[in-house]
């Protein structure tokens, strides 16, 4: 039964053309990535704090995201394009929590070390 319904789950999802990324929103994206993975190393490089490094990254590539769409929306074009800002942070996003998640587990596995060595 597992199989039938993955069968057909997969023959469903290819065949559905709605989901359809823009070349521009994958830069968008990207960018926002690299913003939120290079102010994450940064900020937590100085602070060794978790949830500032995550929270500032986020932020930081949002800003960014925003206010790139309020130059190109209000200032050039005249039209504010939300899917690229969302792009912009998601990017951010997935940068900032797979960071989140790595350094985590880094620190879990040193103190953990560090625990079995002292004793």
């Known amino acids: 039964m597992k199989t039938i319904t ?3 789950a997969l023959t469903v999802i290819s065949l559905g053309h709605a989901q359809f990324i823009s070349e521009d ?9 690299g913003i939120s993975a290079a102010s994450y190393t940064i900020i937590y490089s100085k602070t060794k704090n978790l949830k500032k490094a995550f929270w500032y990254s986020l932020g930081i590539s949002t800003l ?5 769409e309020v130059y190109d929306g209000y ?4 039209q504010f394009d939300t899917g690229e800002a969302v792009a912009t942070i998601s990017g951010g996003l ?3 929590y797979t960071f989140n998640i790595f350094t985590r587990k880094k620190r ?7 625990y079995n060595l002292s004793r």
Request: net charge positive.
């Open 6 to 8: 993955t069968i057909l």
């Open 25 to 33: 929103d994958l830069l968008h994206g990207a960018v926002g990535a």
């Open 64 to 68: 960014a995201g925003l206010s790139k």
């Open 94 to 96: 997935i940068a900032s």
């Open 108 to 114: 879990k596995r040193r103190k953990k070390r560090e």
């Open 75 to 78: 200032i050039i074009k005249g």
